[in-house]
C-alpha cells in the first residue's frame, strides 16, 4: 500500500514540476536559428525566454487579485530584439555594467574593450552576451540551460570563456538564474541578467515600494563609472533601508541624481560574504505585486529606465516612456578591473564562477 501512495506521490510531484515548451523564435539577420521557451509553473506563473540573448521576452505573475500580468518590458517577436534596445531582458557580459576609459590592465598587460558608452565600455561592448545566440537545452527538471563560449579575444577580452546560465520557475514563483563560467586564460567575468520590471505593467514606477538591503553605495563621476568610494546612504536619496517610494526623491537637488538623470547607481549589498541573501524588495501598491530579489552577489544596480524616451515601441505597441520600468541587476562594482579595493571580478583557469540570483514574486 505504501508503495503505491509513494507512486502517487512522485507522479504528483512530476505533474506539479513546472512545464517547459519550446518553438521557433525565427532567424537573426545572419540567419542564425533562434528559439523561444516558455517555462510555467503549478499556479500558472509563466516565463518565456529565448536564446536570443538569454533573454526573459515575458514573465506573468498573479497581481492580487489573481489575475495574471505581464511585469518586463520587451518584444513580441525577435525582429524587435535585433534592433537597437536598452537590453531588454538580456543576459549581459563578458563584463556587465562599466569599464571606465574602456580598458584595464591584467598580469601586468593592458587589455581594451570597445567603447560604446562615451570613454567607456558597457555591458560587453558592441556585440556582447546580449546579441549573441545561446546553446539551449531544456533540463528533465523544467529548467532551461543556456550556454555561449565566447572566444579568446571577442569585444577584446583574454580567454575562451565557457559561460553557462540556468533558467529554473519554481513552484514558489520564484525565476531564479544561476551563473557559472570558466576560462583558459586570466580574464574578467561580471554576468546579470537585464530584465526591466514593471510590477502594474502599465505607466511609471515612480509609485513602486522599493528596499534595498544596503548601507552604502557607489557615488559616480560624469561617465557614471564609481569613484571608488563606499558612500553611507544614510541622509541621501539613496537611503531605501526602509521601504520608500521611488519618485518621492529622485527629483532632488543632488549631485549624484543629476549624473545618473535619476537612479542608476550600484548599491554595495549588507552581507557577509557571497551567501544567497535578500537584496532588494519591490512592491506595487495598486496591483498588489511584490518582488524580492535574492543574490549572491555583492552589488545590485538599480535604474529607474532614465534613458527610455519612448521612441520604443514594445508589446502589443506599447510605447516605453521615460521611467517606465525599474533595473535591478545583481552584479559585482562596475569598473572592478580598475578598482583593487573592490571584490575581484577575475577569472582564472581552472577556478570557476558562480553566482545565483532569484526573483521571486510573494504576493
Ligand atoms: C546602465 C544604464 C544604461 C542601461 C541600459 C544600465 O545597466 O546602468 O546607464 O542606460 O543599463 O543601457
Known amino acids: 500500500m505504501d508503495k503505491i501512495w509513494a507512486a502517487f506521490a512522485v507522479i504528483a510531484t512530476m505533474h506539479a514540476a513546472t512545464k517547459i515548451v519550446s518553438g521557433d523564435f525565427g532567424k537573426t539577420r545572419e540567419g542564425a536559428a533562434t528559439r523561444i521557451y516558455t517555462l510555467t509553473n503549478k499556479s500558472g506563473v509563466e516565463v518565456k525566454i529565448t536564446s536570443f540573448g538569454g533573454r526573459v521576452v515575458s514573465l506573468k505573475v498573479p497581481d492580487k487579485t489573481g489575475a495574471m500580468g505581464d511585469v518586463v518590458l520587451g518584444f513580441d517577436s525577435l525582429e524587435g530584439y535585433l534592433n537597437e534596445n536598452p537590453y531588454f531582458g538580456a543576459l549581459i557580459g563578458r563584463y556587465g555594467n562599466r569599464i571606465g576609459h574602456a580598458q ?9 574593450v570597445p567603447k560604446n558608452d562615451g570613454d567607456n ?7 556582447g552576451f546580449d546579441k549573441v545566440v545561446w ?11 543556456l550556454t555561449y ?6 569585444e577584446g577580452y583574454p580567454g575562451n570563456c565557457k559561460v553557462t546560465v540556468v533558467y529554473h520557475l519554481t513552484d514558489a514563483n520564484e525565476l531564479k538564474i544561476e551563473y557559472a563560467a570558466s576560462t583558459d586564460k586570466d580574464t574578467v567575468v561580471n554576468l ?10 502599465d505607466g511609471d514606477v515612480l509609485g513602486h ?12 563621476d ?7 568610494v563606499l558612500k553611507p546612504v544614510a541622509g541621501t536619496p539613496f537611503d531605501f533601508r526602509k521601504s520608500t517610494a521611488i519618485g518621492a526623491r529622485i527629483e532632488e537637488n543632488d549631485e549624484q541624481l543629476k549624473l545618473g538623470k535619476g537612479y542608476d547607481h550600484n548599491w554595495v549589498l549588507n552581507k557577509k560574504g557571497f551567501e544567497l541573501s535578500l537584496a532588494a524588495r519591490v512592491e506595487e501598491p495598486s496591483k498588489g505585486r511584490v518582488m524580492e530579489v535574492w543574490t549572491t552577489q555583492p552589488g545590485i544596480q538599480f535604474y529607474t529606465g532614465n534613458f527610455l524616451d519612448g521612441t520604443i515601441k514594445g508589446k502589443g505597441g506599447k510605447v516605453y516612456a521615460r521611467r517606465s520600468a525599474l533595473c535591478l541587476e545583481t552584479q559585482h562594482f562596475p569598473d572592478s578591473p580598475n578598482k583593487p579595493k573592490f571584490p575581484t571580478t577575475e577569472l582564472k583557469p581552472g577556478a570557476e564562477f558562480r553566482s545565483t540570483t532569484v526573483y521571486k514574486f510573494v504576493k
Do not use: C, Q
Not at 149 to 154: A, F, I
Open 222 to 228: 560624469s561617465g557614471l563609472i564609481p569613484t571608488g
Open 104 to 112: 584595464f590592465k591584467l598580469d601586468g598587460v593592458l587589455y581594451k
Open 209 to 220: 515600494m522599493l528596499t534595498l538591503n544596503a548601507d552604502h553605495f557607489t557615488p559616480v
Open 121 to 127: 565600455s558597457l555591458h560587453g561592448g558592441t556585440r
Open 192 to 201: 546579470t541578467n537585464h530584465s526591466y520590471f514593471n510590477l502594474a505593467g
Open 149 to 154: 563560449l565566447s572566444k579568446d579575444g571577442e
Open 135 to 145: 546553446t539551449p537545452r531544456e533540463l528533465p527538471d523544467g529548467g532551461l540551460e
